[in-house]
């Protein structure tokens, strides 16, 4: 689904994403972590072109990123991501978040995006939030609101990028756990968290980032119980 082949970025001179090779199956969910500043939001935005590659060749669902003739809209239609920080519309409805970009950019009518709106909504437990607006809701609340938001655009592919480092500490779980059912309808996924235990328990894949480079790259048994990178040692001694 995804392919990097000697990938580099530059943020002007500043060399952000250094030679990275990484291909991602289908309904693989690859956990990405790393310290901070090492690269894994860059690596993320360039999955769905927020971030454009300096050299190499990047393909997601078969189309080539980095190829002039891309139809992005179109490359970005079938991605879902999901922030940090919820970027909700404040003064739309919950429902409203969630079925204005099925109508505007698949041209599906309200009624069936009421509906999808409603299956997902119901999928992350909160169906009975519809006409809420997103200040009446808790954090935790606001973030399933945007997976169910990336959901209903029925992507093939989810990202999420350090979904609950926002969150209060008891509305982690509660956003994991979706993510969690998310793994259990197959979805593929790319997760960048601190969420040690998250990735120990849903992961089919562990990379581990430092400095622009994937360093470490392993299933989570292995990389949990004997990290090969000194760096990567380092940082599972600072975060568990
Ligand atoms: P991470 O998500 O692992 O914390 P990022 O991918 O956000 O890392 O950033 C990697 C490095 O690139 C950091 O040093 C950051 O300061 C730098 N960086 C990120 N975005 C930009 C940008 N738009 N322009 C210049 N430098 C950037
Ligand atoms: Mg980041």
């Known amino acids: 689904m995804i392919a990097f082949k000697d990938v580099n970025k530059y943020y002007g001179h500043f060399h952000v994403l250094k030679t990275i090779n990484l291909e991602i199956k ?5 956990v ?3 310290p901070s500043g090492s ?28 190829d002039k003739k891309t139809d992005l809209n179109k490359l ?59 200040s009446q809701l808790s954090g935790g609340q606001q973030q399933r609101v945007a997976i169910a938001r990336g959901l209903a655009m029925k992507p093939q592919l989810m990202l999420f990028d350090e979904p609950t480092s926002a969150l209060d ?28 235990g998250f990735a120990r328990e849903v992961a089919d894949r562990i990379l581990f980032m430092d400095e622009g480079r994937i360093v470490e790259e392993a299933t989570p048994a292995e990389f949990f119980a004997n990290p090969r990178e000194e760096r990567a040692r380092q940082f599972l001694s600072r975060v568990l």
């Open 26 to 30: 289908k309904g693989e969910v690859v």
């Open 39 to 66: 690269g894994k939001s860059t690596l993320l935005r360039c999955m769905n072109y927020l971030e454009t590659i300096s050299d190499g060749e990047l393909i997601v669902n078969d189309v080539r990123v980095n």
């Open 32 to 34: 990405v972590i790393g």
């Open 76 to 134: 970005r239609r079938n991605i879902g991501m999901v922030f940090q920080h919820f970027n909700l519309y404040p003064h739309r409805t919950v429902l409203e978040n969630i079925t204005l970009a099925p109508m505007k950019a698949l041209g599906v009518s309200k009624s069936e995006a009421t509906q999808t709106a409603m299956f997902y909504l119901d999928k992350v437990g909160i169906a009975d939030k519809a006409d809420s607006y997103p």
């Open 169 to 196: 500490p008891e509305m982690i779980g509660e956003v994991l756990d979706v993510m969690k059912a998310l793994t259990q309808d197959g979805m593929t996924m790319v997760v960048v968290t601190h969420e040690m």
